[in-house]
């Protein structure tokens, strides 16, 4: 038995969104409910939709509308994409405000080098028309940031997603602290980031020590 429904909390971002579709499933999703902290969400809770966001399965909960409409559209146009996690803490924000987005001189945004889009800031993203735009500035990328707002990852399945999700948020963090401390940084080479993006990549890993994860069978 869930335990009873608490109310909102001001303290926190609701406004965050996790997609996965669901295998043998086409155009059906798990996406947390609109609401709910992450330290809520169970498998109980999790609500079925289609790709335009629309619940599939009863439940007393419900989607995010403004989230999905991003969400929909990558898992709609990207084969390869099967989980998607759109969120904006505090860094990855400030570095989605800053004109030269991410800085790839650091360690970890070294490993972003060529993988992110950038798309201009149209409003909450709440309507379909903007989805062409949004898959535009994404190409054949795995990152997006949402300027002005935050950014999405996308990638094969859930942990990978995350592990990307968590490199970029330590890639912002390292520019944000870097950005606070006087005089000149220490500028990396295209051919040196490139490389860190490429050694970064998973099926690399995967290659050269097998499986990364139990059920990890992914070519």
């Not at 889009?117 to 062409?132: K, S």
Request: net charge negative.
């Amino acid at each position: 038995m869930l335990p009873p429904r608490q109310p909102p909390r001001l303290d926190r971002d609701d406004f965050n969104h996790i997609s996965l579709g669901l295998p043998g499933e086409p155009t059906r999703y798990l996406v947390n409910p609109f609401g709910l902290h992450y330290e809520e969400v169970t498998p109980e809770n999790l609500l079925v939709v289609n790709a335009s966001g629309e619940l599939v399965t009863q439940s007393d909960d419900k989607p995010n509308p403004a989230g999905f409409a991003l969400h929909g559209a990558i898992h709609a146009a990207r084969d390869d994409i099967h989980c998607v996690i759109h969120t904006h803490t505090s860094a990855v924000t400030a570095i989605a405000m800053k004109e030269a987005g991410f800085s790839h001189d650091n360690f970890y945004g070294a490993q972003l080098f060529g993988r992110v889009g950038y798309h201009a800031f149209e409003g909450i993203t709440l309507y379909d028309e903007e989805r062409p735009r949004m898959l535009e500035s994404l190409g054949d990328k795995h990152v997006l940031v949402l300027r002005n707002h935050g950014l999405a990852v996308g990638e094969a399945d859930a942990a990978r997603a995350f592990i990307l999700l968590w490199v970029c948020q330590r890639a912002a963090e390292i520019q944000c602290h870097t950005g606070m401390i006087p005089g000149p940084d220490v500028r990396l080479s295209d051919e040196i980031r490139r490389g860190c993006a490429r050694d970064a990549a998973v099926c690399k890993m995967r290659r050269e020590r097998g499986p990364l994860w139990p059920g990890d069978n992914a070519a």
